[in-house]
């Protein structure tokens, strides 16, 4: 656990330090979120947070291949796999710092997806089996595998890009699924007797400090935007680590939890992690497409759109979204290692705060006309270098152009 902490800390740390240049890249090369009239930004905001957040996670796999149990006892396919995963990461890095300084279009952006993901299928990063919920495993041909390994990747990569709509919730919400993740891979070997040393909790440990690290640039008000290379990257990453298990076990580890969980974890998990995203993506399809629009055309419907119309804050917003990734995402770790009675109690009654909070704290606490907003200044008042918000709410994160990740 001491080293899993120190890989935390390292990607933490560095992704921090990065941005700054990070930023000074951005701002060089045009890579900015230009200025619209519905966004609350009032001067052009950086992208390629991502440069940093890739930066962070090198070094924490770096340092992880010096350390005496990770690198010296592991075995040799735990960092073969996170080197694959790191290199289809840094190709669609890659890809979205075109986009962020280009503009490409969606088209270009889900081929440079499915090259990433293709990628890890190639070098053996892919779904060898799919759970059965008895606890048999079926075997998957290169077919199947190549198609529910490019599902499951593209989709993430989606379903990230879509929430990532206010300041720090993309890193959040993904920093909480990740956190989550090391979890599930730490107590489900341990509790099995297997290596803790898992490429799964290796990524989602370094994953979870990167973007802890970018986050105190991010968070309400912004300095620094992750862009494409950010969303896609933390999303391909997220994926990879789940996919990465069904390669390294016969078979997931048994634990005392529920088996139908702990079987079909590999396949659900980026969808208990991201629900919150992929809810939100298949709801802006629906919407769009019923209303004779594209489904990657831009609006101002989302899921966090709606949390600030009825009345949240910006901060509080992001805040409400964390809440329900942490609750959606530990409640589907926790019950797959534990059957007790505590875990559903814990789980409803945190499910109930999230949904009182959610829908009763607007109307209990309505800002008032004479008070004061999230800056700390009189509502009436603009912040320095930052615009009146408009009446219709919107993220200063929100892309500038059309919705920048093709939809499904």
């Given amino acids: 656990m001491r080293e899993y902490l120190l890989v935390f800390l390292v990607a933490l740390s560095v992704t921090y330090l990065l941005t700054v240049i990070a930023r000074e890249i951005a701002l060089r090369t045009g890579a900015v979120a230009a200025v619209r009239d519905r966004d609350v930004h009032a001067e052009p905001i950086p992208y390629l947070g991502g440069l940093a957040m890739l930066g962070g996670l090198c070094a924490a796999y770096v340092v992880a291949r010096e350390l005496p149990f990770l690198g010296g006892r592991s075995e040799v396919f735990v960092f073969k796999d996170a080197g694959v995963v790191l290199l289809a990461g840094a190709l ?5 710092v075109v986009d962020d300084i280009y503009e490409l279009d969606a088209l270009t952006k889900l081929g440079g997806q499915v090259l990433a993901a293709g990628l890890l299928f190639s070098m053996g990063v892919r779904f060898y089996y799919f759970p059965g919920a008895d606890g048999t495993q079926f075997a998957l041909d290169d077919a199947q595998s190549a198609l529910l390994t490019m ?3 593209i989709g993430t990569m989606n379903a990230v890009n879509f929430v990532d709509g206010l300041d720090g919730l993309a890193a959040g919400v993904v920093g909480i699924g990740a956190a989550a993740f090391f979890l599930y891979c730490y107590s489900a070997s341990a509790q099995s007797n297997l290596t803790l040393a898992t490429t799964g909790a ?6 979870a400090g990167a973007c802890a690290g970018f986050l105190p640039h991010n968070f309400h008000p912004a300095r620094l935007f992750m862009g494409d290379s950010g969303s896609m990257l933390i999303g391909l990453v997220l994926s990879a680590s789940a996919v990465t298990l069904t390669g390294q076990f016969f078979g997931l580890p048994k634990t005392d939890g529920n088996s139908l969980f702990v079987n079909l974890l590999p396949v659900l998990l980026p969808i208990s992690l991201l629900m919150v995203p992929i809810v939100d993506l298949v709801l802006a399809v629906v919407r769009r497409t019923r209303a004779g629009r594209s489904p990657m055309s831009a609006d101002k419907q989302h899921l966090h759109h709606r949390l600030l119309e009825i009345g949240h804050s910006q901060r509080r917003a992001v805040l409400i979204m964390w809440m329900w990734a942490f609750t959606l995402a530990t409640g589907a770790v926790v019950v ?14 945190m499910l109930a705060l999230t949904v009182l909070l959610t829908f009763v704290l607007p109307k209990v606490h309505r800002p008032r006309k004479t008070g004061l907003g999230d800056t700390g200044l009189p509502e009436n008042a603009v912040p320095e270098g930052r615009a009146e918000a408009p009446d219709e709410a919107s993220s200063g994160e929100q892309h500038p152009r059309e919705e920048h990740l093709p939809g499904p």
């Fill in 92 to 96: 669609v890095c890659a890809v979205g």
């Fill in 151 to 153: 599902v499951v990747v």
């Fill in 202 to 207: 290796l990524l989602s440990a370094a994953l």
């Fill in 336 to 349: 797959s290692l534990e059957d007790a009675v505590w875990v559903w109690f814990g789980l409803g009654t």
